[in-house]
């Protein structure tokens, strides 16, 4: 069959490059996907409806869709109703993602352990919550805000600020309501779980750096890199995991009657005493946990998803290559604040000479060169049997591409690296 990826991220080529290895598929289509894309065929289709007439006129029998925001706009229903198989929440169980105050109500009400918070449509009732809690403290806007809406703030000043932000309308509607939440020390990892609406089933762990600088310092990014497995996550965290966080989120969605048939993201903080709590849910993949995660898994990605939209994952095992696997973020200097872009990339072919897999993110084909056209611009992964040799594999790729003003970060997976040694 032809498959339809909906997407044109990092996140994105890896799910078409995986899916692109089944036997059963024939076409991998994506929209917008990249023209750099080796062997994806793009497509420039943004409207839903339009985007399933194309479907059906081009013998796609799956679809999976990478980017929250076409899931909460509700791509899912529309495909639903003409009948074509799509990977993920409807509209409604897209909330999950979509609103924060509604994630934290399904939280609290099937007992999922997170951080302690209210939530508030004015300045002046929030401003008091967090006098009256002290800092440190987070503040969320509650819709959607492209990974910019969430302040840690360290100071009262800061989360007071970051209020402020919000109800002036910073990040529009999403911020008309605000989630004021306890502060969560400890470290984080990304459980990333397939749900069918009867079976839960978690894909291998993995642990991303949001963060811009070295040594976790800087500004939030949508993430400089990830590595799988995350040393954090051990068979015994596992077991709190999922009797915890994912067996409750599996009665959660059946007890709430949602349509879950796709990928639940759950970003974990495991705190001091090491007890997972739930800082947030996607109802994605993550980015760039993907690009780290996939080149492990020894599955059939197509039957893993087809499985989950049928509703036969209790009969699906996965299976984890036993190795390491290390993703470096490329970015374009400057990001997250401006950038320039149009700067010729050379070494990709070079890089995968080296046997790193280089999934295009931010690029842009324009009179046969590659060029830099986004924030984040490439992801570098490699595999080795230990993660000092996948990391070590990771930067081998790396450094053989460049163009003006390429930067990563040097230390991805230093926290797993430090346990090692
Ligand atoms: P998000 O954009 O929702 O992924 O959140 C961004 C980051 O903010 C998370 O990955 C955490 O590092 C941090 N964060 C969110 N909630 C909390 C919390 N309650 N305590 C500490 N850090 C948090
Ligand atoms: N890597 C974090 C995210 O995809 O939201």
Known sequence: MNVLVVGGGGREHA???????????????????????KGIEPVAITDFEELAQFAKENGVGFTMVGPEVPLCEGIVDVF???DLKIFGPDKNAAQLEGSKAYAKEFMLRHGIPTAGSGTFTNAQEASAYVKEMGAPIVIKADGLAAGKGVTVAMTEEEALAAIDECFTGAFGVAGERVVVEEFLDGEEASILAFVDGKTIKPLASSQDHKRRFEGDKGPNTGG????????VVTDDMW???DETVLQPFLKGVQADNLDFHGIVFIGIMVDKNGIPKVLEFNVRFGDPETEAVLPRLENDLLDAMLATVDEKLAEFEFQWADKHSVCVIMASGGYPASYEKGKEISGIAAAEETGAIVFQAGTKLEDGKTLNNGGRVLAVSALGDTIGEAVENAYKGVEQISWDAAVYRKDIAYRALEREQ
């Not at 078409?16 to 990249?34: D, M, R």
């Open 15 to 37: 799910l078409a490059w995986k899916l692109a290895q089944s036997p059963k598929v024939e076409k991998v289509f994506a929209a917008p996907g990249n023209p750099l894309w």
């Open 80 to 82: 639903r109703a003409h």
């Open 224 to 231: 400089m890199g990830a590595y799988s497995p995350a040393p």
């Open 239 to 241: 077991t709190k995991i």
